[in-house]
């Protein structure tokens, strides 16, 4: 399953309009990269998890303010024991 999103803030078709929008330009790796990616995880880990299917794969994919969410195949339904 995939799923495209643009952001609600963003009007239709003006990605550079969006809040925090940055230009494109390619900025180089460096030490705030890591900074960065931390805060990313940060912000997933307390704001996104929760809504991520158990047992599956989730990727996401941000690039020019849009968003991509894809879904992974459903494992097995794991075996209740009956007692």
């Given at each position: 399953m995939k799923l495209a999103i643009?952001?609600?803030?963003?009007?239709?078709?003006?990605?550079?309009?969006?809040?925090?929008?940055?230009?494109?330009?390619?900025?180089?790796?460096?030490?705030?990269?890591?900074?960065?990616?931390?805060?990313?995880?940060?912000?997933?880990?307390?704001?996104?998890?929760?809504?991520?299917?158990?047992?599956?794969?989730?990727?996401?994919?941000?690039?020019?303010?849009?968003?991509?969410?894809?879904?992974?195949?459903?494992?097995?339904?794991?075996?209740?024991?009956?007692?």
């Open positions: 643009m952001p609600a803030a963003c009007p239709s078709g003006s990605v550079s309009a969006c809040p925090g929008h940055r230009s494109g330009v390619p900025v180089p790796d460096g030490p705030d990269d890591e900074a960065q990616k931390r805060a990313i995880a940060n912000a997933v880990w307390t704001d996104l998890l929760w809504l991520m299917p158990t047992g599956r794969t989730v990727t996401v994919t941000v690039r020019d303010g849009r968003v991509a969410v894809e879904l992974g195949p459903a494992g097995p339904v794991p075996e209740v024991p009956s007692h």
